[in-house]
């Protein structure tokens, strides 16, 4: 159930971009974006439903593409604070259908931003 | 401000005891959370709960227990029988949606347990 990020780390200089993989084996939902900075609490970044619309916050976006099972986070000309541990949180098809609403979350992306 | 609380930032118990984690919100939030947090493994759902009195197994609840006998309140117990106690935890909530967009959930600031 847990869905697969990839990669697990990367390092880039500033203004690099970068891109990280959530992919599920179930029909999904929703896909939630979250950064946490070490030690602190995952700050929102974004939600996807299903119908495959593109967000965008910035300079970070976000696809979903609910036949593949997958979204993605796109991280352009990335800053030093981009720092972090990305996770997606993603919700099942199946358990919002039986009236659930948690979230199983991947086991994070470890982004590193060089100057 | 509104937003969520976790108390204390820092915990240290020995082994066998019981502790209890506070998780208090102001937000109005009728669904509250517990994750447990181990390096290298992500975020993982010990307990929810989506209304008052009500609460359900995450995927470990074992060696855990809550209660919600308020709205702003979710406390966390963790019991001599989980083995391994030793993680940072992370309570959040979010409103419950009525069959519409799935809402955002908010992270309090963790409380880091260590069992000596």
């Known amino acids: 159930q847990q869905p697969v990020q990839s990669p697990q780390a990367v390092i880039l200089r500033e203004g690099e971009d970068a891109v990280i993989n959530c992919s599920s084996s179930?029909?999904?939902?929703?896909v939630h974006w979250y950064r946490q900075k070490h030690g602190e609490a995952p700050v929102f970044l974004m939600i996807l439903l299903k119908g495959g619309e593109q967000k965008g916050h910035e300079k970070i976006s976000a696809s979903f593409n609910e036949k593949k099972q997958q979204s993605s986070l796109y991280l352009t000309a990335s800053q030093l604070s981009y720092s972090g541990t990305y996770f997606c949180g993603t919700e099942m098809s199946e358990l919002r259908e039986g009236g659930s609403e948690k979230l199983v979350f991947g086991k994070g992306t470890k982004l590193t931003v060089n100057p | 401000d509104g937003g969520i609380t976790q108390s204390p930032k820092y915990l240290f118990r020995k082994e066998g005891q019981n502790v209890t984690l506070s998780c208090e919100q102001n937000?109005?939030?009728?669904?509250m959370y517990w994750y447990r947090q181990d390096p290298g493994q992500g975020l993982r759902l010990i307990y929810y709960?989506?209304?008052?009195?009500?609460?359900q197994k995450g995927d470990i609840a074992e060696g855990y227990s809550v209660s919600r006998e308020k709205k702003e309140s979710f406390p966390l117990t963790v019991t001599s029988a989980q083995k391994n106690p030793t993680a940072f935890y992370l309570c959040a909530s979010s409103y419950r949606t009525s069959g519409g967009s799935t809402d955002t959930q908010y992270f309090g600031p963790g409380t880091r347990l260590t069992v000596l």
């Open positions: 937000l109005n939030h009728d669904a």
């Open positions: 709960s989506q209304i008052v009195n009500d609460f």
């Open positions: 179930k029909a999904l939902y929703s």
